[in-house]
């Protein structure tokens, strides 16, 4: 198992004590361009808008599920369109 898929089933176990580079982790992997100029943001576009989450450790809870919801509606949207 890559890390990337084990960081996605750690968080949709726990989102708790998550930082903001496992979300960059998934962010790459998955093929999603995040931008972080300058700002105490780091912001992740999805098909519905501008995911921004703030860089602190560690993340609240509240965006890693928004960020878990969205990854998992862009890839069912992906197998989707493949199959």
């Known amino acids: 198992m890559s890390s990337a898929k084990?960081?996605?089933?750690?968080?949709?176990?726990?989102?708790k004590n998550r930082r903001i580079e496992d979300l960059q982790t998934l962010a790459k992997?998955?093929?999603?361009?995040?931008?972080q100029s300058g700002t105490s943001h780091?912001?992740?576009p999805?098909?519905?808008g501008?995911?921004?989450?703030?860089?602190?450790r560690p993340i609240k809870p509240v965006y890693v599920k928004q960020f878990v919801e969205?990854?998992?509606a862009r890839l069912a949207g992906r197998k989707d369109t493949e199959g």
């Open 6 to 15: 084990k960081i996605l089933a750690g968080m949709r176990k726990s989102a």
């Open 29 to 35: 992997h998955y093929g999603i361009a995040y931008r």
């Open 42 to 44: 780091v912001f992740f």
């Open 46 to 48: 999805f098909d519905t």
């Open 50 to 56: 501008y995911l921004p989450v703030p860089a602190r």
């Open 70 to 72: 969205l990854l998992d």
